[in-house]
């Protein structure tokens, strides 16, 4: 192993010690948390999978209004919502097996 190759590899291991300790690393971003998805995107993500707001409100598992409120930003669809509403964009098969 070239001494460089080997450098790059113990500090990644020191990294790794660094964040398993919990400890943030200058340059890196730790979030646990889903960025909520935005009115417009829910929107466009319903619209690319041809769904009404009742349906998708199924596939979801929430109520048309709270779709409603989502697509005019008067609510934002955090966590589990906004995950799966991407995983959805990425996936557009799994909708009917969410039916």
């Excluded at 192993?1 to 291991?13: A, E, G, T, Y």
């Excluded at 919990?22 to 646990?32: A, I, M, P, Q, R």
């Excluded at 995107?41 to 707001?53: A, D, S």
């Excluded at 955090?78 to 959805?88: D, F, H, N, P, Q």
Aim: aromatic share 4%; no cysteine.
């Amino acid at each position: 192993m070239k001494n460089n190759d080997f450098n790059d590899l113990l500090k990644s291991v020191q990294q790794m010690g660094e964040i398993m300790k919990g400890k943030k690393l200058v340059g890196t971003k730790v979030t646990y948390r889903a960025t909520p998805a935005t009115a417009k995107e829910v929107q466009k993500i319903r619209k690319e999978l041809h769904l009404t707001q009742e349906v998708f409100a199924r596939v979801v598992g929430e109520s048309p209004s709270a779709i409603r409120h989502w697509e005019q930003g008067i609510r934002t669809p955090r966590g589990s919502a906004a995950k799966l509403i991407r995983v959805l964009k990425a996936h557009p098969k799994l909708v009917a097996e969410l039916l």
